[in-house]
């Protein structure tokens, strides 16, 4: 990990990661809280273990709205970005979509994401969805960009795991997760197939690089005053990275998709739509504090 030309080799200890850290934390504190239960907790349909909601898959309408009270709750305790929305929602959005993939293809994917899904559980994982491409040209699509690692993608399938190339950017909260959830960006076509790629990998995984992005007042948190640091103990956002993939070696049971182009589309949709629903919860709870 680097910030402003440095290696960073521990994130909790340095003044620029450390308040992102700190909002991170009270995701766990919401959880494991006897007082804040009911906000922060869910029960797993998996396992039936009490678990941390960003780890839950929603079950009901009734789960949708406690997973927006406890954003709320969220937003008025940190003003600020607490960096697990993305993952949570990933792991919703490809909990259905997998199960599709295995009805039409005959695929295994379901079964290794529910593996995972009860590893995250049982450990309280903070996970980082990791959707958005370089994109390069915008005009066009993964396989005829001039670079083809403006797009993430397979580069070989071997008999234990692929291994794939690329980058991700705008990662919020990478750098302290424990997991990063990949997902494609956009929906593909026939000849992208190799860019139709999900799966989870450790963020310490080797090869995979972050490089953490400048901030307004990112100066000013390595200074010793106190004047005009804005939200000194929670960060002003969640503390965003270009997260490089050189050459990562993945396991088939931690790969969600793999080239099945025509679900790329859906799992988009399907994370877009919970975001936005989270994105409403969190900031309206950062304007009640503005307010």
């Not at 620029?16 to 934390?25: D, G, I, S």
């Not at 809280?33 to 960003?54: C, E, K, P, V, W």
């Not at 929603?58 to 305790?77: N, T």
């Not at 999900?198 to 080797?206: I, L, N, Y």
Request: with cysteine.
């Amino acid at each position: 990990m680097y910030f402003r030309g440095e290696r960073i080799t521990s994130v909790v200890d340095h003044p620029v990661f450390r308040p992102h850290v700190a909002a991170a934390a009270v995701t766990y504190d919401l959880a494991h809280d006897a007082r804040f239960q009911d906000l922060g907790a869910a029960t797993s349909h998996l396992t039936g273990a009490r678990i941390n909601r960003f780890t839950h898959i929603h079950q009901s309408a009734d789960d949708l709205v406690a997973k927006v009270r406890m954003l709320r709750a969220l937003g008025q305790l940190t003003g600020t970005c607490f960096q697990r929305c993305v993952g949570f929602d990933a792991l919703n959005a490809l909990y259905g979509v997998t199960f599709e993939i295995d009805q039409k293809k005959g695929t295994g994917y379901h079964q290794r994401l529910v593996s995972f899904l009860k590893h995250v559980q049982a450990n309280d994982l903070m996970c980082d969805g990791a959707m958005t491409d370089t994109k390069g040209d915008r005009s066009l699509p993964p396989h005829k960009q001039p670079d083809p690692d403006q797009y993430l993608h397979i580069v070989e399938k071997r008999a234990d795991g692929i291994v794939v190339r690329g980058a991700k950017a705008h990662q919020t909260g990478a750098v302290n997760s424990h997991e990063i959830i990949v997902m494609p960006t956009v929906a593909l076509g026939p000849e992208d197939q190799d860019y139709a790629v999900s799966f989870a990998v450790p963020a310490d995984a080797p090869g995979l690089l972050y490089i953490f992005g400048r901030q307004s007042n990112d100066q000013r948190r390595l200074e010793d005053g106190k004047i005009d640091r804005g939200n000194a103990r929670y960060g002003i956002v969640g503390g965003e990275a270009l997260a490089v993939f050189d050459n990562v070696f993945v396991p088939w049971e931690r790969v969600f998709m793999c080239g099945e182009h025509e679900f790329a589309g859906l799992l988009v949709e399907r994370f877009a739509s919970y975001h936005r629903q989270n994105y409403g919860g969190c900031k309206a709870g950062v304007a009640d504090v503005l307010i």
